[in-house]
Each structure stands twice: as C-alpha cells, then as structure tokens.
C-alpha cells in the first residue's frame, strides 16, 4: 500500500472546517444567554472532536485497527475512504461519497441548518417583543434548534462514525433534552396559561404527522 497523499496530519484542514463549521452554526443560532452558550459549546465540541479524527489522527481507526485487518484484510487504514466506517462495515463498493448514507447525511444537514436559522429568525423576534415564539418552526415543535442541532450531528455521524462522536451523542440528546425541560419552566413561569396553551397543542420534539399547531398571535 502506498500513500502519496496523506489522509491524516493535515492540522490546518482541522482548524479551517471545524471554523468554518462553527462560525456557520454561529451565525445562526447567536448564543446570547448561558443556556445558549452551553448548547453551542457541546456542540462545538462534538465538531472539534469530529475533525480531528476526519483529517488530525485516526484514534477510532487505530483502536479499531486490530478488528479491522482480521475482518477486511485488503482495507488500506490509512486511506480517507476508510475513515467512513459505515460504508466500510456494511461492505459498501465504490466512493463512499455517493453512497446513500453520505448522501442522507447531506440531507441532514442541510435541513439542520435550515431549521436552526429559521427557528432562531422567529425567536429574535419573540424576544424583541417579549412574547411567546409561536410561528415558523414553533408552531411544529417547541424546541426546533435543539432539533435542529440534533439533526446536524446525525448527519455528521453518518459521514463519518468516531468512537467519540458516537460517544458524546446520547450525553448530547440528554443535556438538550434537560436544558429543553429548564426552558419550559422558565417560559411557563413568565408567560403562564399562554404557554401551557402552547405546550399542549405542541409537541416537544416530534411534529405532529399532518398537523401544525396554529399560532395564537403571528409574529
């Protein structure tokens, strides 16, 4: 096997995609309190962590080294395309770059970083009024850029699986799901029977299949 392109090593890709990552998630989503701030750096850590192990040094594919010679003999370890474990584990031919999965991943992504934006256009305005967010993205779940980074960290996990991507991801679902819980208590505390109305004709996290809940009040 031979190398002439390096897959690994390349620090300068790691630090250009993990900013590029960040000051587009960033723009989106604009952290403001220290709830915001805390879902943005957990965040930020799971991409850091990412591209590292995508372009600095392989540490899943050198864990995993010894199971992987024994059960692909013929894998060059040290080649990009091995690092889409998934695509290697379900015995993909080919560019793992058209697969389907890469693919989906894509899909994922761009609706997260739809969804973020769109959620936090409606929440800026909320909050400029002091009202409850209720339209766009809200009036389908209540929580849709905790959503939204959820589905941006799938799309990355199924791009390219790390022991500790794949790690961090339910700790992640846990803390968003906490910080959604502290969330509602606070909005229930300052807006009262407006947002109990709320909450019960929208769901948390998962839209309603044919339904939106209607807003009371567009913004």
Known sequence: MTHD??????????????????MFAFSFFKPQTA???RTFGAFSAFIIALFVEMYGFPLSIYLLSGWLQTKYPGLDLLSHNSGHLWSTLLGEKGDPHFGPLHIASYVFLGFGFYL?????NVLYHAQRH????????Y??????QYVAFVLVLLGFLLQWPTLLTLAMFPILLIMYGR???TEEAEMCKKFGAEFDAYAVRTPRFFPKLGASSQPEHPM
């Open 179 to 181: 910080l959604a819980v």
């Open 35 to 37: 709830r915001d701030w």
């Open 116 to 120: 973020l934006s769109s959620a936090w």
């Open 139 to 144: 009036a389908r779940i209540r929580h849709p």
């Open 130 to 137: 002091s009202a409850l967010a209720i339209s766009g993205p």
């Open 5 to 22: 392109v390096p897959a690994y090593g390349l620090w300068m890709l790691v630090i250009l995609n993990s900013a590029i990552f960040l």
